[in-house]
């Protein structure tokens, strides 16, 4: 009885009819947003032909969204979808042969005649070390550029040649004839510091935050990539180097860059599966360290925070009994 009675009651209830009327009003926007932008593909749309078409309420809308996040960053409230990079795909669990099709078209296409790096290089000049540590570098500052730019590298060459730039000073961007790196632990440590430093400069809210595990984080992410990264060596290359060579109004240096990564590009083609199977056992081995170094510290850590509690526990009790 009691619950028909707050039925009866839900169902006369006049705030229904605000609501009823806000859903009409939100409807009707909805409407008229897909009578504007029906017929636009938001992807490839120049972006400030669709800041034109907003009204100066929503572009006002945005602006307070903007002011917010720069205040905030919060990006966790707009629901977005995790981005997946081309290499974490999982093609292998996708029966449906049409999906399948999709799938493999998010794999970065290669070239139908690959370069001989044989006859580019002297055989000095291919089994040196250094060819291994310059590409590992190459592809996590390729692995840092498609995340931070979820995979479209193009849509702000401006700012993909400035991350390039920044993080790969000491390779694609040296003119040096040695590599500052002789393991594996050299060029991550190398490129987490230069991420850090370089997102820190451009992102004061999370330059004031304190994240202990940052730096570990950073470096299995970069790892784990790596791994998935050298299976498909050639392609990774190949579409950082596309990326470059088809930027407008390059630099010099960025010139410079794009005809070294074609060299790279052509020595990820020439890398063998021994060779391979060394660099990714000396990235698992770096791994499992950092990943135990990431345990110990928390424990570490936990530790001390437990300590200051006790320690000003037994200060608040020492300070009542006075």
Known sequence: MLEMLKRLEADNDPNDLLEDDQEEEQDEEHYELLERFGNIDIENTDPDLIWDLLSDKERKEFQVVLNDLQHNGDWNKFNLPTYIPWWKQDI???????????????????????????????????????????????LATYS???????????????????????LSADVLYSNAASCPYSSVSDVVGDI????????????????????????????????????DLLKRCPHGTFDFWRALDQTKKKTKATALATR??????????????????????????????IKLEKQDFQKEFEAAQDAIKQHQKETKVKIQEL
């Open 92 to 138: 292998s669990l996708i029966h449906d042969q049409e999906e399948e099709e999709q799938h493999e078209t998010k794999v970065p296409e290669l070239p139908q005649i690959l370069p001989d790096f044989e006859k580019m290089t002297q055989p000095a000049t291919r089994s040196s070390p250094y060819l291994a540590w310059n590409l590992l570098h190459i």
């Open 144 to 166: 840092y550029l498609i995340r931070h730019t979820m995979g479209d590298l193009m849509e702000d060459t401006q700012n993909t040649m400035r991350i390039a730039e920044t």
């Open 192 to 227: 987490v510091e230069r991420i850090i430093q370089l997102e820190d400069k451009s992102d004061m809210i999370r330059r004031g935050k304190l994240n202990n595990n940052r730096r570990y984080d950073l470096k299995i992410l970069l790892l784990q990539d790596l791994q």
């Open 260 to 289: 070294k990564l074609y060299f790279y590009f052509a020595a990820a083609c020439y890398l063998d599966k021994d060779r391979i199977e060394i660099l990714n056992s000396a990235i698992q081995n770096e791994l499992t360290k």
